[in-house]
């Protein structure tokens, strides 16, 4: 099956900063790699993804790059801001049907 | 369209009592998944449905039954809660095309005592 480990845990920035997050992979025929945003209270929420051909995809102030020779994947947040403040979550699909999620990374934007 | 729902939002059990939570879809998505979160666990799925009829064991199956009678709805079952089961529970759904992009819903958060 897929493992799915993410760091950091906790991110602190100050707003304008940018913050990074990283994931790792452990099965080499994953192709497809979404980034999911949980605001407190609420459930996840796909805020971008990249698949296996693509090495990076911009959104904005939101950029995520693949290394499938690392099997690594992160997200990219630039000039953070306080809405930017939630738990973030790597994915990774294990197989045709379902996803594998990392633990989670509480990003905190403080003014 | 509301999405995903979810009933209830929260509720509370004692040990060895049972409950289901629904999950309701309109988008006319054919795989529709339940997960639990846990501090400092992520999202681990409990079980999740390919289609109507349809339904399988994901990482952490022990103590759950689900349902998929109608292609909208997925119900997921505690037949005897324990302390463990204490969480909150998230529905998700997406669409054959697109089965990887999850669409979750608001959450149940489930005390046992």
């Known amino acids: 099956g897929e493992n799915v480990e993410q760091h950091p845990s906790t991110l602190s920035v100050q707003e304008g900063d940018s913050a990074v997050i990283k994931c790792t992979y452990s099965d080499s025929a994953s192709n497809y790699f979404p980034w999911y945003k949980q605001e407190l209270g609420k459930g996840p929420q796909l805020i971008i993804d990249i698949r296996s051909n693509v090495g990076e995809k911009k959104d904005q102030r939101i950029a995520v790059t693949l290394n499938k020779t690392a099997k690594h994947f992160s997200l990219h947040i630039t000039e953070t801001q306080p809405e930017d403040s939630a738990v973030y979550f790597c994915a990774a699909p294990p197989g045709y049907s379902t996803l594998t999620f990392g633990k989670g990374t509480m990003l905190l934007v403080s003014p | 369209n509301a999405g995903v729902t979810q009933t209830p939002k929260f509720r509370v059990l004692k040990t060895g009592q049972s409950m289901t939570l629904l999950c309701a879809q309109d988008?006319?998505?054919?795989?529709m998944y339940w997960y639990r979160q846990d501090p400092g666990m992520g999202l681990r799925l409990i079980h999740y449905?390919?289609?109507?009829?349809?339904?399988a064991k994901g990482e952490v199956p022990d103590g759950y039954n689900v349902s998929r009678l109608k292609k909208q709805n997925f119900l997921l079952g505690l037949e005897s809660a324990a302390p463990s089961q204490t969480s909150v529970y998230f529905c998700?759904?997406?669409?054959?095309?697109?089965?990887?992009?999850?669409?979750f819903g608001p959450g149940t958060r489930l005390t046992v005592l």
């Open positions: 988008m006319n998505h054919e795989y």
């Open positions: 998700a759904s997406s669409s054959w095309s697109a089965r990887s992009t999850q669409y």
């Open positions: 449905s390919v289609g109507e009829g349809t339904t």
